[in-house]
């Protein structure tokens, strides 16, 4: 049978040669597995060049450098080389899931008003054992589709697949956006009513823990994204301006929670400087947010009390002035 489906398939890459090697095995697997159409692989690479193309030999793979640092970059440089007829994706730390690409072909041959359909992702642990059932389940289409992915609803990159012919439609991943640059290019489809969804787990998600310098810069990306996204088309998505409000507080919760969490711990173990430098980047982009934590007895408010009673009576992690100013009474 003479397969003329070619899906090219975008690997963005940077140092990180064992978990590649288990990122283009498992796509060789996936088109092991009888799907009707040949895969293109393409490595954009901006990071350990010789390696990372021995590599690429040994798995078929196309190696295309990216000169500029970013997954975005890598992601261009990629594109920009690909011949099949569909684009699909894969980070290199995660992993494809048998099963994903013929529904996703199959959903983009019965709508051709569509250029792109994403699918549902697998939280994982570090090591790659599932420790979440598939998401998103039902995200809606349309209107309701594009809020919900203002709302929190999170379109894993390595679930879609596109029409190579997107690239004209709405151009490459904007470079400018690290950590919210697939979250910017979705939406840019979603925008244009141009993107589906079809409830297939596709994809191994590997968690693992941000650091705060990360998250700083992803949520500073991350709302210039909604911004950007949100206020031109205000009007057809929310009702009030409290509703996208709620959207808001809602795409930036996951960054809410690790800075509230980190402050939590340092009022435990910590000292009020502690507490108050992971308070920043809350009280700089989700102030209400923050300041409803004070009106009811939520865990933030009960663990800033107990310290504040702990510090006062110089106990650990008081600052010096009070431990001072108790030793001279």
């Known amino acids: 049978m003479t397969l003329t489906r070619r899906v090219s398939v975008i690997v963005p890459t940077f140092d990180r040669l064992a978990m590649l090697r288990e990122a283009l095995a498992c796509i060789r697997d996936v088109e092991g597995s009888g799907i009707q159409a040949d895969f293109e692989i393409l490595v954009g690479d901006n990071g350990l060049k010789e390696k990372t193309q021995l590599l690429c030999l040994e798995y078929g793979a196309i190696y295309v450098p990216a000169h500029v640092r970013g997954p975005s970059s890598a992601r261009n440089a990629a594109m920009g080389a690909a011949s099949g007829d569909f684009l699909a994706f894969l980070d290199d730390d995660d992993a494809w899931v048998r099963g994903h690409i013929e529904p996703h072909l199959a959903y983009l041959d019965a709508h051709p008003e569509h250029d792109a359909v994403f699918g549902q992702a697998i939280y994982t642990d570090p090591d790659l054992n599932p420790v979440s059932a598939p998401w998103p389940a039902a995200p809606g289409s349309g209107d309701d589709l594009m809020r919900n992915m203002l709302s929190g609803v999170f379109a894993q990159i390595g679930t879609v697949v596109a029409r190579r012919s997107v690239i004209d439609s709405i151009g490459y991943f904007d470079t400018r956006d690290m950590g919210a640059e697939d979250v910017d290019w979705l939406l840019r489809l979603a925008t244009k009513k141009k993107l589906g ?62 800075f509230t969490q980190k402050a939590i711990r340092c009022a435990e173990n910590g000292s009020p400087g502690d507490v108050v430098e992971a308070l920043k980047v809350p009280a700089l982009y989700l102030p209400l947010l923050l300041a409803s934590e004070f009106v009811q007895p939520r865990p933030l408010r009960t663990a800033l009390l107990a310290a504040g009673r702990r510090w006062l009576n110089g106990g650990a992690g008081s600052p010096g002035w009070i431990v001072r100013w108790r030793s001279d009474r």
Not at 205 to 227: H, K, M
Not at 230 to 250: C, E, G, I, Q, V
Request: charged letters at 25%; one cysteine or more; a positive charge.
């Open 197 to 258: 969804f079809v409830a297939t787990p596709c994809v191994l998600f590997r968690g693992r823990a941000p650091t705060d310098a990360q998250e700083r810069l992803r949520i500073r990306f991350a709302r210039q994204v909604f911004l950007r996204h949100a206020l031109p088309n205000a009007l057809r998505l929310w009702k009030s301006p409290f509703d996208m409000m709620r959207s808001y507080h809602k795409q930036l919760f996951h960054f809410y929670q690790h």
